[in-house]
């Protein structure tokens, strides 16, 4: 026998045992639209498709921990389905959440087991260990391999430190390289069908970010545990070494879901709820939680006018915010940094007295927030708390954390279980993207992790064209404290950055409109009382707006150019919110959300000069069914709310 024929039949062997030793599963959504298709070798690989058109090519994951036997031998697979309906304590976009699937459980020899869920609008995977011992995870890979046009808005990073408040680029998916880090979540256009990563049930274990593979698609890569930590500020604490593992398990423990998200609309991406749905479920009564909007202080710097006493951090301003509060029926104040020695939580302010402020508070049916260094509060977070719920307070605002490896996203728990404890509501500033919290944890009512309002005090990042982005992408994560409400409100060419009194780009109806299409059961006015005191026809419309939303329906959306919602509040009134970027535009709402009857649409609408002043505004009412198509004009920059009521 030649050479040439032994290599010929060596070869043939050789695919033979692969394909014997590779086995393939397939895992369909309910509605058969999307497919899951898994194959074990050496990796796990997997690819899905919709309607039979790839969205993610052949990608590897893998799990290693330095306890487990190498090989990916199956022992048993189970597939199985799940349909409930689940009843969030605190509503976001609706008051109920379906939660379907079809699942393939595998358990592997080695200790492993992998789970996948396939729903009519995502699928997800996790990893989950069932072994008593403790062990380390030394390694992680996902990788998602898109098809040669894919593109992706990119929220960019320089290093694991991070506040995670990003502008997103656009990037066709293979000029991705290896040196772009990116935080979560991602999305992904690939063909009209739109593909956003990110995770939920972050417990324990590093967040999950991505670079580029060299691929045409992305690779997860993780903080490693610390190894070597300094504090550089009263805020900041410094990852200067990490080990070669990314975290250490004492036992049994389900690994975080990996989400792709898929939408074959763009409006589909506003009404995915894969996020909450996966997130583990609540322990105790949450029944206490109190959602609302909240008058903040820390945006202009307490700086009101108009009054008798001297403006600043003192009481006199705070009862002043209180009594505005309670005027317009909001049910908290926030006392964001200063009240406290940013170094000691017991050390109040000199013209500060807290507990004379909650029992004022009270008195008005107001409640109050304090804000606290996350280094602070973890030296005296027992103590705190415990003062702080004598004092009356009902929630905490715990800021510059900017890490998510599994030190502090440990801590991030600590403090949830710690609040919950003392029936403390909390709002996790400096923080990474929410990831199924307010399931899990219902008093975490919102987190920041968005280049949100508060940069406007002082550069112009903060436009239409981000402002129309960020619900396709951060907010389909969970809820987001950007802090809308600018009263200020200029066009591109008249913007300055005044951080003692801020200015926002965009149309007055563009910052109203915030408060339907933005999701935060903590929802912040972020302007002084001194500008809304003023604006008697526009604390109409933020008087009532709620925070939280019987069900959420969008009536247009194109991501980075316009979105517009219709969501019902618990007063069964319809709050109707849209948003254009920088172009112009007219739209079509469609009122056949509306049940029989006529209905009374009170409107708040740009104004005929608002392109060239972006506080101009109109008002006006209108009578609709659901029978009504309304055209609307939105200027550039521009927004358009309405109250809907039965008649």
């Known amino acids: 026998m030649t050479n040439k024929k032994i290599t010929i039949i060596l070869f043939i062997l050789v695919l033979c045992i692969t394909s014997y030793a ?130 992706s808005w990119y929220p960019e990073e320089q290093s694991f430190f991070s506040h995670n408040e990003r502008a997103y680029k656009k990037y066709t998916v293979s000029d991705i390289t290896t040196k772009k880090l990116a935080s979560l979540p991602v999305l992904f256009d690939v063909g009209q069908t739109k593909v956003l990563l990110t995770e939920s049930s972050l417990f324990n274990y590093a967040g999950l970010w991505v670079t580029g593979n060299g691929k045409g698609g992305v690779q997860a890569v993780f903080p490693h545990y610390p190894k070597v930590k300094k504090i550089t500020s009263d805020r900041d604490e410094q990852v200067s070494e990490r080990t070669d593992f990314i975290a250490k398990i004492d036992g049994k423990q389900d690994f975080p879901w990996r989400i792709l998200m898929i939408a074959r609309n763009d409006v589909d991406l506003l009404t995915n709820q894969l996020p909450y749905i996966l997130g583990r479920p609540a322990e105790g009564d949450y029944s206490w939680v109190r959602a609302g909007k909240v008058q903040w202080d820390w945006w202009h710097y307490n700086n009101i006018y108009g009054v008798d006493f001297r403006a600043g951090i003192n009481n006199d301003t705070y009862k002043y915010y209180v009594d505005f509060a309670a005027k317009y029926g909001i049910e908290y104040v926030l006392l964001d940094e200063g009240w406290c020695d940013t170094r000691d939580l017991m050390k109040q302010a000199r013209d500060i007295d807290v507990e004379e402020l909650a029992r004022y508070a009270k008195s008005k049916n107001v409640d109050l927030i304090l804000w606290a260094s996350w280094l602070v509060l973890d030296k005296q977070l027992d103590q705190a708390l415990d003062v702080f719920e004598k004092w009356g307070i009902k929630g905490i605002k715990v800021d510059f954390m900017q890490r998510d490896d599994q030190d502090m996203v440990n801590y991030y728990e600590k403090v949830a279980k710690a609040a919950a404890k003392r029936k403390l509501l909390v709002d996790f500033h400096g923080a990474y993207k929410p990831t199924g919290w307010s399931r899990t944890y219902p008093n975490v009512m919102s987190s920041e992790g968005v280049l949100g309002n508060e940069i406007s005090k002082f550069v112009g990042s903060i436009d239409p064209a981000h402002t129309t982005t960020l619900p396709f992408i951060r907010m389909a994560a969970g809820p987001m404290d950007f802090t809308p409400g600018g009263m200020l409100n200029v066009q591109k060419n008249a913007f300055a950055g005044i951080p003692s009194e801020p200015m926002t780009l965009g149309t007055r109806c563009n910052q109203m409109a915030m408060y339907v299409v933005f999701e935060s059961p903590l929802q912040m006015l972020c302007d002084m009382p001194t500008h809304y005191l003023r604006e008697p026809e526009c604390m109409e419309f933020i008087k009532a707006v709620p925070a939280v939303w019987q069900q959420s329906i969008p009536l247009a959306a194109s991501v980075g150019e316009y979105v517009a919602f219709a969501r019902e509040g618990a007063d069964h009134k319809w709050y109707i919110g849209a948003m254009t970027n920088w172009t112009a535009r007219e739209m079509v709402l469609d009122f056949s959300f509306l049940g029989d009857g006529e209905y009374t649409a009170q409107v708040w609408k740009d104004g005929i000069n608002a392109d060239r002043n972006a506080k101009d505004f109109k008002m006006e009412t209108i009578n609709v069914t659901k029978n009504s198509r309304l055209n609307i004009n939105l200027t550039t920059g521009g927004g358009w709310v309405g109250i809907v009521s039965k008649k």
């Open 22 to 151: 590779q086995k393939k599963y397939i895992l369909g959504s309910p509605d058969k639209t999307i497919k899951v298709e898994l194959v074990l070798a050496d990796s796990v690989y997997y690819q899905v498709a919709q309607n039979g058109k790839s969205l993610v090519k052949r990608s590897a994951i893998f799990f290693k921990t330095d306890k487990q036997a190498n090989g990916w031998k199956i022992n048993k697979t189970l597939q199985t389905k799940g349909s409930q309906v689940l009843n969030p304590v605190v509503w976001q976009k609706s008051k109920s959440v379906v939660d379907q699937y079809n699942q393939l459980h595998i358990d592997f020899a080695n200790g492993l087991s992998l789970e996948w869920r396939a729903y009519d609008n995502g699928v997800a995977w996790r990893w989950v260990n069932e072994s008593n011992l403790a062990y380390k995870v030394l390694d992680e890979k996902a990788s998602i391999n898109f098809p040669e046009y894919a593109k």
